[in-house]
């Protein structure tokens, strides 16, 4: 039982435009959501978070945008550059504590020059 | 700069060999975590540690043990190597925090294959 879904294994997003990861959670309890960036053969980094009592993050050409009645939320890069290409990663933490990070399967996102 | 080393990119065993998987961390964090990363699945918590000497099972703790000893260091044992744990081994680290907003670290990952 997948509690973070990140739905879309792939996306090509040409050079400019903008690129829209999605996320689902279906845990009401997680309050503080995060993304993670991998690029093949290095680990995850961190990327950008939000708070369940946020509804919007922003940080340069990151936005992450969070609907808690939809239990969605959606991470916008503008504009998106060759450089982005990597697998992105939604994440989620309980009230309790960061502990048990739950993550998603990881989108991966292909800009074209 | 908060940097999380693995002993090995790259690993080759036998299935029932005794594996060893060594992680380090240089930023004195409470926190180290051990996943598996597989496609289609994302990142999974084998192990995690608050403290030293301390463990706790994740998500997915069967046919694994992890060892701390000092704080720095986290170990992940396969005691019995069997071809379905080849996969991306990730160990992360974070400070002890007011819990959800712990940002973690990752180490470049260990590929291990069974075979």
């Known amino acids: 039982d997948q509690q973070v879904k990140q739905n879309s294994p792939s996306l090509s997003v040409q050079e400019g435009r903008i690129s829209i990861l999605n996320c689902d959670y279906t845990?009401?309890?997680?309050?503080?959501f995060l993304w993670y960036k991998k690029y093949p053969a290095e680990g995850p980094t961190f990327l950008i978070s939000?708070?369940?009592?946020?509804d919007k993050n922003e940080d340069g050409r990151f936005t992450v945008f969070l609907n808690k009645s939809a239990k969605h939320l959606s991470l916008h890069i503008v504009p998106s550059q060759p450089g982005d290409s990597a697998v992105y990663f939604c994440?989620?933490?309980?009230?309790?504590?960061?502990?048990?990070?739950?993550f998603g399967a990881g989108t991966r996102l292909f800009v074209k020059a | 700069d908060v940097k999380v080393t693995q002993s090995s990119r790259y690993l080759v065993k036998r299935t029932g060999e005794k594996v060893f998987l060594e992680c380090v961390q240089d930023?004195?964090?409470?926190?180290m975590f051990w996943y598996r990363q597989d496609p289609g699945l994302g990142l999974r918590l084998i192990y995690f540690?608050?403290?030293?000497?301390?463990?706790e099972k994740g998500d997915i703790p069967e046919g694994y043990s992890v060892s701390r000893e000092k704080k720095e260091r986290f170990s992940l044992i396969l005691e019995s190597a069997s071809t379905n744990q080849t996969s991306m081994y990730l160990c992360?680290?974070?400070?002890?925090?007011?819990?959800?907003?712990?940002?973690?670290?990752f180490g470049p990952g260990t590929r291990l294959t069974v075979l």
């Open positions: 992360a680290s974070s400070l002890a925090g007011t819990g959800s907003s712990d940002t973690q670290y």
């Open positions: 845990n009401s309890m997680f309050d503080y």
């Open positions: 939000i708070s369940s009592i946020k």
């Open positions: 994440a989620a933490s309980p009230l309790a504590g960061g502990f048990k990070t739950i």
């Open positions: 930023m004195d964090h409470e926190n």
């Open positions: 540690s608050y403290d030293v000497k301390m463990k």
